[in-house]
């Protein structure tokens, strides 16, 4: 099983970004997907969340408005879209495959940066 994440980077306060998670070794459409990320010196916080088919989302208050994730199950790959990105929202985002509650899966991480 692999989760590859991309699209990190350095943007400006008020910039964009997206990112990518391709996976590969499981059966992408049955999972629950997520992004999560972690800060220097904090714990790892939910994002976003979405269903397996995409129906249904969810997401930090932090980042309402702001974040969107979206899914497509023919390219097995999961998105954020972040606009209007924020110093806080400096931190390394992980995408998350979750199928059934029992099986976990994480990416490595992509570091993102917001600063002017």
């Known amino acids: 099983v692999q989760l590859v994440e991309s699209g990190g980077g350095s943007v400006q306060p008020g910039g964009s970004l997206r990112l990518s998670c391709v996976v590969s070794?499981?059966?992408?459409?049955?999972?629950?997907m997520s992004w999560y990320r972690q800060a220097p010196g904090k714990e790892r916080e939910l994002v976003a969340h979405?269903?397996?088919?995409?129906?249904?989302?969810d997401y930090a208050d932090s980042v309402k408005g702001r974040f969107t994730i979206s899914r497509d199950n023919a390219k097995n790959t999961l998105c954020l879209q972040m606009n209007s990105l924020r110093r806080e929202d400096t931190a390394v985002y992980y995408c998350?495959?979750?199928?059934?509650?029992?099986?976990?899966?994480w990416g490595q991480g992509t570091q993102v940066t917001v600063s002017s």
């Open positions: 979405i269903s397996n088919l995409g129906e249904r989302t």
């Open positions: 998350k495959a979750q199928l059934t509650l029992i099986y976990t899966y």
């Open positions: 070794g499981l059966s992408f459409r049955h999972c629950d």
